[in-house]
């Protein structure tokens, strides 16, 4: 199977369980949230965030490692994961310590700190089965990944409508997570040993030293993103409190599941990419200006028809209850927008063993927002965290762009505003499509857009010999 032919294969695999995953996902949170109203899902938001911001101290960076390695030389896949599980099992050990001594230590009530506690768990055996994900990541084999996600969700789903009819309480979604988290370890070891490779057990000193000194700059970005998209939920509900958290959470967990869109080109470009690195720099440089191109025409029409149309999707999928969620969707989606951007760029960092400038500029990032949220939040509320959101992120693309431009895989000038250019018009004109006929035009609205940038020759020649590429065997 050509690269092309792989790559296009693995990015339709893991959106196919990336969407599907996100759907299951996102019925859960639909329930959820009017199961438990503003105040309890602000709670349950605050505990996974929480949670979510310790996790990172799990895995310094080896994910991100081992896909890249094991894809260079697949002969060493169980010496990485067996290696790695031993590793992460002092981590792990660590972490939930830290965990139990912090939550214990801010004062929240006693519901709330056992909800933090089981979700810890949880995210503790999440840790080992990432290294799993890794090795299919490695193998270029999405499918594992993208069944897990949906049976994850799938039973995640399930388990809402239990404690729906039960009347289970707060409590029992955090015993949910933790079910689904003890079935995903299983699913993912079980795999591992059967298709790819058995761990290897046998702790090599110097070899962890290297996967230690290889991946902080990899889990240093970690916890700076982490930092990033959690860190506004804590502070709002410290702040200001648990409702706002839930209104905010509402629209922030929508723009967070379009996510899985760049997330997919990404994931399956990134072995490829690693490989490029070191047997075709070229070819490294022409894999990154598509993959920019293809993400931004992709991320600002979605932008604009989430803008224009976040009043409906609101009221329809969460309730009047949610009525101040709409103009925070409709400020957030544009950092969502700005990631389909800086995705490409951070790949290539990664993919070209630069992972300490991805670090430093995360690194600034998240500084620059706990500032801003500090700034905002007292003032604006939940809008403010919003806006804190995305001028972020617009500090992000723009280091990001100042290293690319500077680089040797700089895109030219000329290029980067025929696309701009082309996709802004033809944004706009969707725009004024969807604003005066609604939601009901949605698919129109998409194969216009098409239409529009082919005639605008925003796809061109070497575009189409691509897609050719993809669909002939």
């Not at 010496?79 to 214990?104: D, E, P, Q, R, W």
């Not at 939920?233 to 723009?255: F, I, N, P, Q, T």
């Not at 997330?263 to 200006?289: C, D, G, H, Q």
């Amino acid at each position: 199977m050509s690269t092309v032919r792989r790559v296009a294969k693995n990015t339709l695999v893991w959106f196919f369980g990336d969407i599907v995953g996100k759907i299951l996902s996102l019925a859960f949170v639909i329930y959820a949230a009017r199961y438990l109203h503003a105040e309890g899902y602000g709670i349950l938001s605050f505990a996974l965030a929480f949670t979510g911001m310790f996790g990172i101290l799990s895995d310094i960076g080896f994910y991100e490692l081992i896909v890249r390695e094991v894809a260079r030389d697949k002969q060493k896949a169980g010496k990485y994961i067996g290696n790695v599980i031993i590793l992460k099992s002092f981590l792990v050990a660590i972490m939930f310590g830290l965990l139990c001594a912090t939550i214990n230590m801010m004062n929240y009530p006693s519901k709330t700190v056992e909800l933090v506690l089981i979700l810890g768990i949880s995210i503790a055996i999440d840790a080992f089965s990432m290294a799993f994900h890794a090795i299919f990541h490695a193998f270029e084999r999405m499918e594992f990944i993208s069944l897990g996600k949906i049976l994850k969700n799938a039973m995640l789903l399930a388990g809402v409508f239990i404690i729906i009819y039960g009347n289970m309480g707060l409590l029992a979604f955090a015993y949910l997570y933790l079910i689904g988290s003890l079935f995903i370890f299983a699913y993912s070891f079980t795999i591992t040993a059967m298709k790819f490779a058995r761990p290897k057990f046998e702790m090599d000193k110097r070899f962890c030293k290297w996967l230690i000194k290889e991946g902080l700059p990899f889990w240093a970005s970690s916890v700076f993103i982490k930092i990033y998209y959690d860190i506004d939920k804590v502070m709002l509900s410290m702040m200001v409190g648990d409702v706002a958290v839930g209104w905010y959470s509402a629209a922030y967990r929508l723009v967070v599941t379009l996510g899985f869109i760049p997330t997919a080109f990404i994931a399956s470009i990134y072995p490829v990419t690693s490989r490029l690195f070191t047997s075709s720099k070229e070819s490294l440089k022409f894999a990154t200006e598509r993959a920019f191109k293809y993400l931004f025409m992709i991320g600002v029409p979605i932008g604009v028809g989430i803008t224009l149309l976040s009043d409906k999707i609101i009221l329809s999928i969460y309730g009047e209850g949610y009525a101040p969620s709409i103009i925070a969707l409709q400020i957030l989606i544009w950092s969502e927008v700005l990631l389909f951007i800086n995705i490409t760029l951070t790949n290539l960092l990664n993919s070209v063993n630069k992972q300490v400038v991805v670090t430093k500029v995360v690194g600034s990032m998240a500084v620059f927002n706990v500032f801003m949220n500090l700034l905002l939040i007292p003032k604006y509320n939940f809008i403010g965290a919003s806006f804190a959101t995305v001028v972020t992120r617009c500090l992000g693309s723009s280091l990001l762009f100042a290293w690319l431009m500077h680089s040797e895989y700089a895109i030219p000038t000329k290029n980067i505003l025929d696309i701009v250019l082309k996709v802004g018009i033809t944004s706009f004109l969707i725009g004024i499509f969807i604003k005066y006929l609604g939601s009901v035009v949605i698919i129109p609205s998409i194969l216009m857009y098409i239409c529009l940038i082919y005639g605008m020759k925003g796809i061109d020649d070497t575009d189409i010999r691509l897609i050719k590429q993809i669909l002939t065997r």
